[in-house]
Protein backbone atom coordinates (compact mmCIF):
# COMPACT_ATOMS: atom_id res chain seq x y z
CA UNK A 1 0.00 0.00 0.00
CA UNK A 2 1.35 3.34 -0.57
CA UNK A 3 2.53 5.45 2.11
CA UNK A 4 4.09 8.70 3.56
CA UNK A 5 7.27 7.96 6.42
CA UNK A 6 9.00 10.12 8.55
CA UNK A 7 11.97 9.83 10.25
CA UNK A 8 13.32 9.58 12.43
CA UNK A 9 10.52 9.16 14.80
CA UNK A 10 12.14 10.96 17.91
CA UNK A 11 15.38 13.29 17.74
CA UNK A 12 17.00 14.82 20.41
CA UNK A 13 19.88 17.10 19.27
CA UNK A 14 21.81 20.25 21.14
CA UNK A 15 21.21 24.24 19.88
CA UNK A 16 23.40 25.08 16.68
CA UNK A 17 23.16 21.49 15.34
CA UNK A 18 22.08 20.97 11.60
CA UNK A 19 19.60 18.31 11.62
CA UNK A 20 17.65 16.56 8.89
CA UNK A 21 14.22 15.67 9.07
CA UNK A 22 13.32 13.18 5.88
CA UNK A 23 9.71 12.68 4.55
CA UNK A 24 9.05 9.84 2.38
CA UNK A 25 5.56 9.24 0.17
CA UNK A 26 5.27 6.52 -2.22
CA UNK A 27 1.51 8.10 -4.09
CA UNK A 28 3.44 10.04 -6.39
CA UNK A 29 1.90 13.01 -4.88
CA UNK A 30 3.05 16.46 -6.07
CA UNK A 31 2.02 18.23 -3.51
CA UNK A 32 4.00 17.85 0.12
CA UNK A 33 4.09 20.04 3.16
CA UNK A 34 5.66 20.49 6.42
CA UNK A 35 3.79 21.34 9.53
CA UNK A 36 4.76 21.69 13.00
CA UNK A 37 2.69 21.34 16.47
CA UNK A 38 2.88 23.34 19.49
CA UNK A 39 0.28 23.77 21.74
CA UNK A 40 -2.13 25.81 21.47
CA UNK A 41 -1.25 26.97 18.20
CA UNK A 42 -2.82 23.29 15.80
CA UNK A 43 -0.37 22.63 12.86
CA UNK A 44 1.18 26.02 11.57
CA UNK A 45 3.07 25.53 7.79
CA UNK A 46 6.70 25.66 7.22
CA UNK A 47 7.63 24.96 4.26
CA UNK A 48 5.52 22.89 0.55
CA UNK A 49 6.35 21.76 -2.67
CA UNK A 50 4.20 21.27 -5.84
CA UNK A 51 6.57 19.13 -7.39
CA UNK A 52 10.66 18.66 -8.14
CA UNK A 53 12.65 21.65 -8.14
CA UNK A 54 9.57 23.87 -6.05
CA UNK A 55 9.48 25.05 -2.97
CA UNK A 56 7.06 27.85 -0.79
CA UNK A 57 7.69 29.20 2.40
CA UNK A 58 5.26 28.67 4.72
CA UNK A 59 4.33 31.01 7.98
CA UNK A 60 6.88 29.99 10.23
CA UNK A 61 9.84 29.51 8.21
CA UNK A 62 12.56 31.27 9.46
CA UNK A 63 15.27 29.19 10.47
CA UNK A 64 14.09 26.33 8.03
CA UNK A 65 14.63 24.84 4.56
CA UNK A 66 13.79 22.38 2.13
CA UNK A 67 14.60 21.24 -1.00
CA UNK A 68 12.72 18.98 -3.63
CA UNK A 69 15.25 16.49 -5.83
CA UNK A 70 12.18 14.00 -6.68
CA UNK A 71 8.57 13.36 -6.42
CA UNK A 72 8.88 11.14 -3.62
CA UNK A 73 10.87 12.71 -0.82
CA UNK A 74 10.70 16.37 0.76
CA UNK A 75 13.62 16.72 3.80
CA UNK A 76 13.31 19.47 6.19
CA UNK A 77 16.25 20.92 7.31
CA UNK A 78 16.91 22.70 10.66
CA UNK A 79 19.98 24.99 9.55
CA UNK A 80 21.06 25.93 13.37
CA UNK A 81 18.59 24.51 16.10
CA UNK A 82 17.17 26.04 18.65
CA UNK A 83 15.49 25.28 21.37
CA UNK A 84 12.41 27.19 19.92
CA UNK A 85 12.20 24.27 17.51
CA UNK A 86 11.16 22.06 19.89
CA UNK A 87 8.14 20.40 18.57
CA UNK A 88 6.02 17.84 16.82
CA UNK A 89 6.91 17.47 12.91
CA UNK A 90 4.59 16.61 10.41
CA UNK A 91 4.66 16.04 6.74
CA UNK A 92 2.15 16.10 4.76
CA UNK A 93 1.15 14.81 0.82
CA UNK A 94 -1.75 15.83 -1.38
CA UNK A 95 -2.56 14.78 -5.03
CA UNK A 96 -3.38 17.87 -6.74
CA UNK A 97 -6.62 16.26 -7.98
CA UNK A 98 -7.96 14.89 -5.02
CA UNK A 99 -9.02 16.63 -1.63
CA UNK A 100 -7.32 15.71 1.31
CA UNK A 101 -3.66 15.42 2.85
CA UNK A 102 -2.05 11.95 4.03
CA UNK A 103 -0.26 12.79 7.06
CA UNK A 104 3.01 10.63 8.07
CA UNK A 105 3.47 9.88 11.75
CA UNK A 106 5.22 12.51 12.92
CA UNK A 107 8.65 13.33 14.24
CA UNK A 108 9.11 14.48 17.64
CA UNK A 109 12.16 16.81 17.60
CA UNK A 110 13.71 17.97 21.02
CA UNK A 111 16.52 20.72 21.10
CA UNK A 112 18.28 21.23 24.34
CA UNK B 1 -5.56 36.50 5.01
CA UNK B 2 -7.26 33.50 5.57
CA UNK B 3 -8.13 32.14 8.99
CA UNK B 4 -9.51 29.17 10.95
CA UNK B 5 -10.80 29.42 14.56
CA UNK B 6 -12.22 26.69 16.66
CA UNK B 7 -12.97 28.65 20.36
CA UNK B 8 -13.34 25.43 22.00
CA UNK B 9 -10.18 24.37 23.75
CA UNK B 10 -11.93 21.49 25.67
CA UNK B 11 -15.29 19.60 25.12
CA UNK B 12 -17.02 16.53 27.18
CA UNK B 13 -19.44 14.31 26.39
CA UNK B 14 -20.78 11.21 27.51
CA UNK B 15 -20.96 8.31 25.62
CA UNK B 16 -23.93 7.63 22.72
CA UNK B 17 -24.61 11.25 22.89
CA UNK B 18 -24.00 13.63 20.23
CA UNK B 19 -21.68 16.06 19.90
CA UNK B 20 -20.95 19.44 18.06
CA UNK B 21 -17.67 20.65 17.49
CA UNK B 22 -17.34 24.63 16.26
CA UNK B 23 -15.33 25.80 13.58
CA UNK B 24 -15.38 29.10 11.58
CA UNK B 25 -13.44 30.29 8.87
CA UNK B 26 -12.44 33.73 7.39
CA UNK B 27 -11.48 34.12 3.93
CA UNK B 28 -12.49 36.48 0.38
CA UNK B 29 -12.30 33.39 -1.81
CA UNK B 30 -14.97 31.83 -3.14
CA UNK B 31 -13.52 28.88 -3.57
CA UNK B 32 -12.47 26.31 -1.03
CA UNK B 33 -12.35 23.56 0.90
CA UNK B 34 -13.07 22.74 4.72
CA UNK B 35 -11.54 19.45 6.45
CA UNK B 36 -11.83 17.96 9.19
CA UNK B 37 -9.10 15.57 11.35
CA UNK B 38 -8.98 13.57 14.18
CA UNK B 39 -5.81 13.19 16.20
CA UNK B 40 -5.91 10.81 18.96
CA UNK B 41 -3.36 9.92 21.96
CA UNK B 42 -1.11 8.27 19.68
CA UNK B 43 -0.18 11.20 17.59
CA UNK B 44 -1.78 10.00 13.52
CA UNK B 45 -3.55 12.60 11.86
CA UNK B 46 -6.81 11.07 10.54
CA UNK B 47 -8.57 12.54 7.97
CA UNK B 48 -12.66 12.50 9.00
CA UNK B 49 -14.64 14.71 6.22
CA UNK B 50 -14.36 17.25 3.93
CA UNK B 51 -17.00 20.03 2.50
CA UNK B 52 -16.36 21.97 -0.69
CA UNK B 53 -17.61 25.49 -0.66
CA UNK B 54 -20.03 24.96 -3.93
CA UNK B 55 -21.21 21.85 -2.50
CA UNK B 56 -24.88 21.83 -2.16
CA UNK B 57 -25.62 19.06 0.55
CA UNK B 58 -23.80 18.91 3.88
CA UNK B 59 -20.95 16.20 3.84
CA UNK B 60 -21.29 13.10 5.98
CA UNK B 61 -19.41 10.27 6.72
CA UNK B 62 -20.89 7.67 8.80
CA UNK B 63 -21.45 9.35 12.99
CA UNK B 64 -19.68 12.25 11.24
CA UNK B 65 -21.32 14.88 9.14
CA UNK B 66 -20.56 18.43 9.14
CA UNK B 67 -23.02 21.19 9.82
CA UNK B 68 -21.98 24.07 6.80
CA UNK B 69 -23.63 27.18 7.35
CA UNK B 70 -21.78 29.44 4.72
CA UNK B 71 -23.39 32.88 5.20
CA UNK B 72 -21.76 32.30 8.60
CA UNK B 73 -18.93 31.37 7.33
CA UNK B 74 -18.82 28.21 9.97
CA UNK B 75 -18.30 24.43 9.61
CA UNK B 76 -19.30 22.61 12.55
CA UNK B 77 -18.21 19.11 13.02
CA UNK B 78 -21.28 16.97 14.65
CA UNK B 79 -20.43 13.18 15.53
CA UNK B 80 -23.56 11.27 16.43
CA UNK B 81 -23.36 8.27 18.77
CA UNK B 82 -20.15 9.04 20.52
CA UNK B 83 -17.91 6.31 21.42
CA UNK B 84 -15.17 5.96 23.92
CA UNK B 85 -12.84 6.16 21.02
CA UNK B 86 -13.85 9.40 19.86
CA UNK B 87 -11.67 10.89 22.25
CA UNK B 88 -9.00 12.69 20.92
CA UNK B 89 -8.00 16.16 19.19
CA UNK B 90 -10.01 17.77 16.39
CA UNK B 91 -8.48 20.08 14.18
CA UNK B 92 -10.92 22.22 11.29
CA UNK B 93 -8.72 23.03 8.18
CA UNK B 94 -9.35 25.06 5.07
CA UNK B 95 -7.47 24.63 1.57
CA UNK B 96 -6.59 28.19 0.54
CA UNK B 97 -8.22 27.93 -3.41
CA UNK B 98 -6.46 29.69 -6.67
CA UNK B 99 -4.75 28.77 -9.41
CA UNK B 100 -1.33 26.67 -8.57
CA UNK B 101 -2.46 27.68 -4.50
CA UNK B 102 -3.07 24.26 -2.73
CA UNK B 103 -1.95 24.64 1.40
CA UNK B 104 -4.06 23.72 4.02
CA UNK B 105 -4.58 25.78 7.02
CA UNK B 106 -5.52 24.61 10.61
CA UNK B 107 -7.53 25.84 13.42
CA UNK B 108 -5.47 25.61 17.03
CA UNK B 109 -7.95 22.21 17.70
CA UNK B 110 -10.95 20.74 20.35
CA UNK B 111 -9.78 17.97 22.65
CA UNK B 112 -12.91 16.10 22.87
CA UNK B 113 -13.31 13.74 26.37
CA UNK B 114 -16.29 11.13 26.09
CA UNK B 115 -17.25 9.46 29.27
CA UNK B 116 -19.22 6.56 29.88
Known amino acids: DAEITQSPRHKITETGRQVTLACHQT?????MFWYRQDLGHGLRLIHY???????NKGEVSDGYSVSRSNTEDLPLTLESAASSQTSVYFC???????????FGQGTRLTVV | AQKITQTQPGMFVQEKEAVTLDCTYD???????LFWYKQPSSGEMIFLIY??????QNATEGRYSLNFQKARKSANLVISASQLGDSAMYFC?????????????FGTGTRLQVFP
Open chain 1, 92 to 102: ASRDSLNTEAF
Open chain 1, 27 to 31: WNHNN
Open chain 1, 49 to 55: SYGVQDT
Open chain 2, 27 to 33: TSDPSYG
Open chain 2, 51 to 56: QGSYDQ
Open chain 2, 93 to 105: AMREAGYNTDKLI
